[in-house]
């Protein structure tokens, strides 16, 4: 059962996403799915092969995009997802891909 209180407090959530995740469009389709949603934060590959993420937003969109991030765009083959609620007073207006 979904609380009130899911559509509007704020949660900012950091995850890493493992597999084959670089070079099949998947921090375009990151960008593409966080904005549907309307969240703020950004997506970045990193040297290992993996992608990081950063999300923020009202706790049941953070929840719907790691859903989403679980398998990725088409082309993708995601073998894990880590993700860890983080404090910040940051506030991100937009998602951007770095």
């Known amino acids: 059962m979904s609380s009130p209180d899911l559509d509007v407090r704020i949660e900012t959530c950091y995850a890493r996403v493992r597999g084959v995740v670089q070079g099949v469009g998947f921090r375009h389709a990151t960008m593409r799915e966080a904005h549907a949603l309307g969240l703020g ?44 609620e983080c404090m910040t007073e940051k506030r991100y207006a937009r998602f951007e891909q770095h």
């Open 41 to 84: 934060g950004w997506v970045a590959n990193l040297e290992d092969g993996s992608v990081e993420v950063l999300l923020q937003g009202p706790a049941n969109k953070v929840d719907r995009m790691l859903s989403w991030l679980r398998h990725g765009p088409p082309a993708a083959r995601v073998t894990e997802v880590s993700s860890e």
